[in-house]
């Protein structure tokens, strides 16, 4: 089953994000928000569920290092920050 997760507002690389994901995930910028003293991303999490590795641990496994995300439709398409 294919599933997905957006984190709001990520203000560090796609690394540190993908350090926390299974192979079975992976993470990409779907939106970039710049302000003068920063530059801030919303990062969608996809991939599909394979034996114990499933979104759910993808969530919580992410939240372990302060970044939080929330389950979104695997198809929905992603506002602006």
């Known amino acids: ?10 203000v560090g690389t796609l690394d540190e994000i993908q350090a926390y994901l299974p192979d079975n ?3 990409a910028i779907e939106a970039a928000k710049s302000e ?5 991303y919303r ?6 569920d ?3 590795f499933t979104l759910d641990y993808v969530i919580d496994r992410l939240a372990s290092g302060l970044i939080f995300a929330r389950e ?3 198809d929905a398409k992603v506002s602006a920050v």
């Open 1 to 10: 089953m294919r599933r997905a997760a957006v984190i709001d507002t990520w």
């Open 25 to 27: 995930y992976t993470a």
């Open 36 to 40: 003068p003293d920063r530059r801030s």
């Open 43 to 48: 990062v969608v999490v996809r991939g599909e």
């Open 50 to 52: 394979v034996a114990g």
């Open 72 to 74: 979104i439709d695997p």
